[in-house]
């Protein structure tokens, strides 16, 4: 077990660095002048040159790929030219409220889509597989800012029963239960496409288990419903696992709409403003940190698949 | 009285197919029927259908009674305690039914949990050890820490057998149990029921397209095709070699094919080529192809160097 | 008269329908100019006369717009995924029929673009180029593009092992009349629905490109600029600015649904030729 993980833990580091090196290159070569973006179009030669040697633009691209990562290493990601501050500094914050809205999210993702997913399997013909096919349907095609938009009319300005916006932090006046209460509308409008898929996949996953070989010799041993139930949701998690870390990979990326709307000072909003001001630090950094996320949560699912399974152990 | 008496019985998959048509056949405590027949012959379908598992969309008619109980129309939560409890049931693919993410031991004591014959985990553990030595499992500490995929097929197989007969039931039915191991394996593990049979005074229906099991196991012979009952009788009686059934049918097999003379027909080529090219013998007869005794004494002695894996 | 073979098909596919032939019917059905209001008339809830679904913060007929809007939104929803389609495809077979090399460059260079988070790239995408509904296309396509090519790619792999490919290559079929005869009447149709269930998607990004002020420049009406225009009025009119948003969520429900039924009928035909 613990060398299976080593092993994948070794094998992350080259795909890091490909990413890495991508990001830079693909940030580097992104038509858009930061020199011009920060001194605007009438700003004199030398002011530019200074401004081109103080950030490195002068140098060759492999060179300040090495810097840059170099650097990084070290938590060091560069100086943003839209609000010069360290890139680092900007980025953790932004990082912190994100995991919280996902981890929020991925709360309820797992939940609903277990629950609908197993809903589905349970009966093949009957009217519940229909009601969750056509709710996961519907969870799917939400589009996060039209369920963030449509719930806030309902719940936070016709009904008055949630805040509307901002995050409150929980260490603040607060505590948890305001977090919380201003969690619930961003956490349900980043849930919804991600519920649906993970319910699709289980839900296609259980069934399949529900009526193989296994479940009938399970039957034919004595034991209940109940218990059949568990060992083929068991046997049926290792989809479950898969489509659980691509989602949440898609909830810590693609929660902007949600942050725009909720003022939730996140990294998908951070991202966002850094790219439309051409913040070319800004953006290697969250993309790298990004990145870097999703390859942590691949090996979280890798681990967490070696847990469920001992073929893949061995 | 008999053990387990089917009349009558008629199973239509969801298309209409007849996969059982109008089957009667009875099985007493502690005898052999075997369930001779080609694939698609409804042979698998009648077995499941004693089980209450005859599949989704299924329409059963008939009646199927164990040791006076009508199984046919029983609830659910009543079929759970026949199950398992009652019925042990071997498949034909181990490695598809075993749940391969549980280890053999825990499996066991869950067998023995869902039942009642243990109170408590440690119990169960316990328990599970002497059964995994009946079934000829030949360390079976390391077989109850095991997963299934850890084990050889004869290994599996027979670990499957110990979760059958855990319960400690009447009737042990075997789906073509070993079809899917090689022929020496094959041998033992058929020794192995025999056993069974005779030590826990088990009913044991199998049901195969392979003559020489056939042969090996059973008392009584019962020949499916297409669904109906071609023919019943004594083994002695249905499976004769071809000289004593009175000429050569030139199969150049040196007169060791079988005839099943009641229905006047050859089963091997009903069954066609899933056919074991082995020369078969007559029970009772020293088999030709498992070297070793056809009936080992100790039930623990059967296992051999060939089935321990790695 | 055609018979109705397939009930929940033809009721997904005029569900997907509607939005396309009301999109084509706008100058006919909107009651109004959609660019032009009057300050008095702002911000009315939907029912007031002369405007059946209120009007925005401009006095502007809301019907009208979302009318109209429907235009550059559809497009900006159908056209990348034709893109993709087409891109997808030839990149896939092209991928499949060729050696192990190209396949290899070809199969890594989509890894990366799919191992990129795909709103993150095509905001990425369309901030680099002038907003409108040229850049949003542009974006949508690269984001779409590698995820079909898998499609195509693994639809292609699947029948290259099939008899009668190699039946046809040992005949000394050449290469285009093999793709031309033998892999596109396999392969567009399974390309075709796979396509058929991003439009959703795709609509549902475009509108989210508009929304973050990267799509279509004001003051053309697109549904993903209006629920931006509409958001200051959420706390005093809520259902003003819950009218785009439902407008989106009810054309991609419509599209998915298409989508899948699709999907599951190409299933069931898969399986019964098997």
């Given amino acids: 077990m613990t060398r299976f993980l080593l092993r994948r833990l070794l094998l992350a580091v080259p795909t890091l660095l490909g990413v890495s090196a991508v990001v830079f290159a693909t940030v580097a070569l992104v038509p858009g002048d930061p020199v011009t973006a920060f001194l605007g179009p009438g700003a004199p030669a030398e002011a530019r040159q200074a401004l081109a040697e103080r950030i490195g633009l002068d140098r060759p691209l492999p060179v300040r790929y090495l810097d840059w990562l170099g650097h990084a290493l070290t938590g060091d990601l ?125 839900r296609a996953a259980l069934s399949g288990v529900l009526a193989s070989d296994l479940a009938d010799g399970l039957r034919a041993r004595g034991l209940g419903r109940a218990a059949v139930l568990r060992h083929c949701a068991h046997n049926a998690s290792p989809a479950l696992l898969t489509i659980g870390g691509l989602q949440l990979a898609y909830l810590l990326e693609g929660v902007v709409f949600v942050e725009t709307l909720y003022a939730w000072p996140g990294l998908g909003r951070l991202l966002y403003d850094a790219l439309t001001a051409r913040d070319l630090p800004l953006v290697q950094g969250g993309v790298l940190l990004v990145a870097t996320a999703f390859v942590g949560v691949n090996l979280l699912v890798d681990a967490a698949h070696a847990a469920i399974d001992p073929r893949v152990r061995s | 009285m008999s053990l387990l008496a089917i009349d009558h019985l008629t199973v239509h998959h969801p298309g209409g197919t007849r996969a059982v048509d109008d089957v009667s056949l009875t099985l007493d405590a502690g005898r052999a029927l075997v369930l001779l027949g080609a694939s698609g012959s409804g042979k698998t379908t009648l077995a499941r259908t004693v089980l209450g598992l005859p599949g989704r969309g299924t329409t059963v008619r008939g009646s199927i009674r164990l040791g006076g109980t009508e199984l046919l129309g029983l609830p659910e939560r009543a079929l759970t305690r026949v199950r398992g409890r009652r019925i042990g049931y071997v498949p034909q693919d181990p490695s598809a039914t075993l749940d391969p993410l549980r280890r053999i031991g825990t499996q066991l004591a869950e067998v023995l ?80 029921f025999s056993t069974l049979r005779t030590r826990c005074n088990l009913a044991l229906l199998l049901v195969t397209h392979d003559l020489s099991a056939a042969a090996r196991i059973g008392d009584t012979v019962a020949v499916l095709d297409g669904g109906r009952l071609t023919a019943t009788g004594p083994a002695e009686e249905l499976l004769v070699p071809a000289e004593e059934a009175g000429g050569n049918r030139g199969s150049g097999n040196g007169g060791s094919e079988l005839l099943v003379a009641g229905a006047h027909r050859d089963v091997r080529a009903a069954s066609g080529k899933e056919q074991n090219p082995k020369p078969m013998a007559r029970p009772g007869s020293e088999p030709s192809a498992a070297p070793g005794p056809p009936f080992p004494g100790p039930l623990s002695a059967s296992s051999s160097a060939e089935e321990v894996s790695k | 008269m055609v018979t109705i073979r397939h009930p929940r098909t033809a009721l997904a596919a005029t569900a997907a329908l509607l939005p396309v032939l009301l999109a084509l019917a706008a100058p006919l059905l909107a009651p109004a100019d959609p660019d032009t209001g009057h300050l008095a008339d702002r911000l009315l809830d939907p029912g007031a006369p002369g405007h059946p679904l209120g009007t925005d913060g401009q006095g502007r007929d809301l019907l009208s717009r979302l009318l109209w809007a429907a235009r550059p939104s559809l497009t900006a929803g159908l056209l990348p995924v034709a893109v993709a389609a087409l891109a997808g495809a030839l990149i896939g077979i092209t991928a499949a029929l060729t050696g192990r090399a190209t396949e290899q460059a070809l199969l890594r260079t989509l890894d990366v673009l799919y191992a990129f988070p795909g709103v993150l790239l095509a905001i990425a995408v369309a901030t680099l180029l002038t907003p409108g509904l040229g850049a949003t296309v542009l974006a949508l396509s690269v984001v779409l593009t590698p995820a ?24 000394g079929a050449t290469r285009t009349t093999l793709i031309l005869r033998q892999v596109l009447p396999v392969v567009a149709p399974v390309v075709l629905v796979y396509a058929s269930s991003l439009v959703g998607l795709a609509v549902v990004y475009a509108a989210g490109l508009s929304f973050l002020g ?40 419509a599209f998915n649904a298409l989508g899948e039924t699709l999907r599951g009928r190409l299933g069931e035909g898969t399986e019964a030729t098997r």
């Fill in chain 3, 214 to 253: 990267l799509g279509v420049p004001p003051p053309t009406p697109e549904w993903g600029a209006m629920l931006d225009e509409l958001r200051p009025a959420l706390f005093t009119h809520p259902w003003l600015a819950a009218l785009p948003a439902l407008v989106i969520l009810a054309v991609s429900v």
């Fill in chain 2, 113 to 192: 949990r869902t039942h009642r014959l243990a109170d408590t985990r440690r119990a169960a553990r316990a328990a599970a050890l002497p059964l995994l030595a009946a079934a000829g499992l030949p360390d079976p500490e390391r077989a109850a820490s095991a997963y299934p995929h850890e084990l050889s097929g004869g290994l599996r197989q027979r670990a499957a057998i110990a979760l059958a007969i855990a319960a400690d039931p009447e009737l042990l039915i075997a789906d073509e149990p070993t079809t899917a191991l090689d022929t020496l394996v094959r041998a033992r593990i058929l020794d192995l």
């Fill in chain 3, 148 to 171: 079909v090519a898998r499609v195509a790619f693994t639809e292609t792999r699947r029948i290259r092992t099939a008899e009668y490919l190699e039946a046809a290559t040992v005949s």
């Fill in chain 1, 78 to 202: 560069g100086t943003s030219t839209s609000t010069q501050r360290p890139v680092a500094a900007l980025l953790l914050p932004a990082l912190g409220q994100t995991l919280t809205l996902t981890a929020a999210a991925f709360a309820l993702v797992l939940l609903g889509g277990v629950l609908l997913g197993t809903l589905g399997a349970l009966r093949p013909h009957g009217w519940t597989r229909r009601l969750s096919g056509a709710a996961a349907t519907l969870a799917v095609s939400a589009p996060q800012y039209s369920v963030a938009l449509l719930l806030t009319a309902v719940l936070a300005v016709h009904w008055r029963l949630l805040p509307a916006g901002g995050t409150h932090d929980a260490f603040g006046p607060g505590g948890t239960g305001d977090l919380l209460r201003h969690l619930v509308l961003p956490a349900t409008a980043a849930a919804l496409v991600p519920l649906g898929l993970t319910a699709k996949v289980h």
